[in-house]
């Protein structure tokens, strides 16, 4: 039996795309042709507010959630790929997606942000946090910027958004529904240690506030991607990627669709009573498989130096 190809971690920056870094994931033409098992009026009469629906699973989730009926809002830095998720609603449901360009880091422009769909629309039934990222690296050599911007997207930003829709719903005297895009983090994830310890406050800060929130019927769930694959992949060096089917017992990637499934599933009244929990959508990785998203060192390979 021929050894494992292995390789010394490297950092992959974005701007190091070319024409061998191909684009990932659904693309716009594939997210049409995709089929659902819910029926066409599943989420008629709410409201949906999705960030980071640009690109990958959040836009996946924000045509999914119109097809099904819903108002939906997205935010995400970016606005020309925020306008590529209004185009395509627009073309294939005659739907108007709101779009507000906001970087969740900043407090105030999260208050705006849920003003302003709370203006446009008349209130908020569902929250998708799913805006996030971060990107690979041996933990001993995250510079200190790099650790905080993972952390202040993740964790506070998550944050900044759960807290102004919630003090909103109480305000109001209206139900709310959380759901947060996560990762798995059950077993760690080497290189992605700042992710992870922001993807597990979010999961406890979840569980939490399922409890706290509850008085004022506002439901928080949290769904754990294992790898998906999505425009987010170019941050992963090719090396990586060849690998990252090796993650789970099933050798597979999901797509953005199997999340924007469940983000449905947990946006529905047959989820009403589903508060507290962590949907995990891995094809197994808790059980089985390895992820070093920057590219694994020898010395946890098969035939590696210990
Ligand atoms: C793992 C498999 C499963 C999971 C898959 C997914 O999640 S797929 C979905 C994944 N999708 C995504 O991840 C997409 C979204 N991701 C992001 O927007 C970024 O990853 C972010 C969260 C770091 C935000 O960053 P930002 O808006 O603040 O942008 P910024 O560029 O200004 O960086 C600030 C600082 O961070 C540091 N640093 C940054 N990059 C690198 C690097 N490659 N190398 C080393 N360090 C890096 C650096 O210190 C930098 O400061 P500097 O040295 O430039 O002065
Ligand atoms: N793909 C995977 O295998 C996994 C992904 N995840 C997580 O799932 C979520 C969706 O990922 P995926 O669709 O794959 O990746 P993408 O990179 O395609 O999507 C992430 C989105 O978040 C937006 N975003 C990032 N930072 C901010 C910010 N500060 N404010 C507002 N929007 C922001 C980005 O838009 P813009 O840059 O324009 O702001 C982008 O559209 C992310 O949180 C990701 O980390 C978790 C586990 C596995």
Not at 126 to 135: E, K, L, S
Request: glycine content about 10%; charged content about 25%.
């Amino acid at each position: 039996m021929s050894a494992p190809k292995t390789f010394e971690p490297k950092i992959f920056r974005p701007e190091d795309d070319g024409p061998d870094r191909p684009r990932r994931g659904l693309d716009d033409e594939s997210l049409r042709t995709q089929t659902t098992i819910y029926r066409d009026d599943l989420l008629a009469g709410q409201t949906m507010l999705i960030t980071g629906a640009g690109s990958g699973m959040g836009k996946a989730a924000a045509y999914l959630a119109a097809r099904l009926g819903a108002q939906v809002a997205i935010c995400g830095r970016d606005p020309d790929k925020l306008d590529t998720t209004v185009k395509l609603v627009r073309e294939e449901t005659g739907s108007e997606v709101l779009a507000v360009p906001t970087n969740i880091r900043d407090p105030e422009a999260v208050e705006a942000l849920i003003d302003k769909v709370h203006g446009h629309f008349g209130g908020i039934d569902t929250i998708v946090n799913n805006a996030g990222g971060q990107f690979p690296q041996d933990a001993i050599d995250f510079s200190r910027k790099g650790w905080l911007a993972v952390i202040d997207t993740n964790l506070n930003g998550t944050w900044w958004m759960m807290q102004e829709a919630a003090k909103r719903w109480r305000e109001i005297g209206k139900p709310g529904n959380i759901i947060n895009i996560v990762a798995n983090v059950e077993r760690g994830m080497p290189q992605a240690a700042h992710t992870c310890a922001a993807r597990a406050g979010v999961i406890y800060l979840s569980k939490t506030l399922a409890t706290e929130w509850s008085r004022w019927n506002i439901r928080v769930n949290c769904i754990g991607p294992g790898v998906i694959e999505t425009e987010g992949f170019r941050m992963y060096p090719e090396e990586a990627l060849a690998r990252f089917h090796k993650a789970n017992p099933m050798k597979m990637r999901g797509n953005a669709w199997d999340v924007a499934e469940a983000i449905a599933y947990l946006s529905s009244p047959a989820a009403r009573f589903i508060n507290g929990d962590l949907l995990i959508i891995d094809g197994g990785q808790a059980q089985w498989g390895v992820i070093w998203p920057a590219g694994m060192p020898d010395y946890f390979s098969e035939d590696g130096a210990a």
